[in-house]
């Protein structure tokens, strides 16, 4: 899980240093320096259109932190099971579920070989990492998930507002990826204000999500109450 909690700060430096650029660009006393062939400087306005699409992009770069984050607290989850070489008959009943569903769906040719011990290697056989989400994770997705494993989802709604910022953040993501709205379309339609909001906000519910996996796995809250 540390591996996970350093990508996602690694992660959320790089949405910082884009939005602290954003912020800046938009200031009023911001201007571009343009060097001309002549050797001269020429003091230009900042387009506005370019703010509105780099606005627009701030939303890709969001989602891309939400679903990365996502996709990798479950792989982790998964990873400990292998690491603790845990008994499929130990887990709690939502766990063995999402264990058989996966097992389900991968063809024989892709388990058979990475099996010795089918009631410990089964956890992990089934696992496909690229299944995980694809496109449309949303606060409600988050939640479901957490259900289905058995974390927790609460935070602190003063400083993440549950995650509600997910699903514009979705939305605006997809509208992009499927050519649904131009850039102009969803750039114009947030102020700075909002979309750093919205970032600080996000940032802070995936946080203390993490937090919530971090603590189901020292807890071993994976394995059925008989066996913790």
Same mark, same amino acid.
């Given at each position: 899980?540390? #591996?996970?909690?350093?990508? +996602? ?7 910082? @240093?884009?939005?602290?650029? $954003? @912020? ?15 050797? &001269?400087?020429? %003091? ?20 891309? $932190? ?6 990798? !607290? ?5 990873? =400990?099971?292998? #690491?603790?070489?845990?008994? +499929? ?13 996966? +097992? ?19 956890? @992990?056989? /089934? ?30 709604? !003063?400083?993440? @507002?549950? /995650? ?17 709205? #131009?850039? !102009? ?7 700075? =204000? ?14 203390? %999500?993490?937090?919530?996996? =971090? ?11 008989? &066996?913790?």
């Amino acid at each position: 899980m540390q #591996s996970v909690l350093l990508d +996602f700060n690694t992660r959320v430096e790089e949405v910082n @240093k884009y939005f602290h650029f $954003l @912020k800046e660009l938009t200031a009023e006393n911001t201007k571009l320096t343009v060097l001309e062939e002549n050797g &001269n400087q020429t %003091i230009k306005p900042i387009d506005p259109k370019l703010v509105i699409t780099l606005k627009a992009n701030g939303f890709l770069l969001l989602y891309n $932190l939400v679903e990365s984050t996502m996709r990798n !607290a479950i792989e982790a989850i998964f990873e =400990e099971l292998k #690491s603790r070489r845990v008994s +499929f008959d130990s887990l709690r009943i939502e766990v063995k579920k999402i264990v058989l569903y996966n +097992f389900k769906n991968r063809s024989a040719e892709n388990v058979h070989s990475r099996i010795t011990d089918i009631s410990t290697d089964i956890i @992990k056989a /089934g696992f496909n990492r690229r299944k995980l989400f694809s496109g449309n994770v949303n606060r409600e997705q988050i939640t479901k998930t957490a259900r289905e494993y058995g974390f927790s989802y609460d935070t602190d709604h !003063a400083k993440t @507002k549950h /995650g509600e910022n997910l699903d514009a953040v979705m939305e605006n993501r997809n509208d992009l990826a499927h050519g649904n709205k #131009s850039f !102009a379309d969803v750039g114009k339609e947030v102020t700075i =204000e909002d979309i750093l909001q919205i970032k600080d906000e996000v940032v802070e519910y995936l946080r203390q %999500i993490l937090i919530n996996i =971090e603590n189901y796995l020292e807890n071993q809250e994976y394995l059925h109450s008989d &066996n913790r």
